[in-house]
């Protein structure tokens, strides 16, 4: 069963950075997307950055010129480089991805989406 294994959250001053980093695991053919989502106390989850087909971003408005992301299909890994970090981006952040491959469910090669656990990262002001 493909999987996804965020690291990199935690606590940090306002300006500070933080990465985030996202593995995927398991029988993984082709990556299609990958990317970040956050979720702040009481709104509803929302893109933060993709990447797909390795090299075509979207970033949301409210991070861009501060959030970076960049995806590694060779080793099916997405980062997000986060600076100029302000309270109000406090939230768990999931790791999400579009992928083709092993489902242990359906014990067949299928298109899937699969999201990780989520990371808190607290920005404090």
């Known amino acids: 069963q493909v999987q996804l294994v965020e690291s990199g959250g935690g606590l940090v001053q306002a300006g500070g950075s933080l990465t985030l980093s996202c593995a995927a695991s398991?029988?993984?053919?082709?990556?299609?997307?990958m990317g970040w989502y956050r979720q702040a106390p009481g709104k509803e989850r929302e893109l933060v950055a993709s990447?797909?087909?390795?090299?075509?971003?979207n970033i949301a408005d409210s991070v861009k010129g501060r959030f970076t992301v960049s995806g590694n299909n060779a080793k099916n890994t997405v980062n997000l480089q986060m600076n100029n970090l302000k309270p109000e981006d406090t939230a768990v952040y999931y790791c999400?991805?579009?992928?083709?491959?092993?489902?242990?469910?359906?014990?067949?090669?299928?298109?899937?989406?699969?999201w990780g656990q989520g990371t808190l990262v607290t920005v404090s002001s």
């Open positions: 398991g029988v993984v053919f082709r990556i299609n997307v």
């Open positions: 990447i797909a087909n390795g090299d075509s971003t």
């Open positions: 999400y991805a579009e992928v083709y491959g092993y489902s242990g469910q359906y014990r067949q090669f299928r298109n899937l989406e699969v």
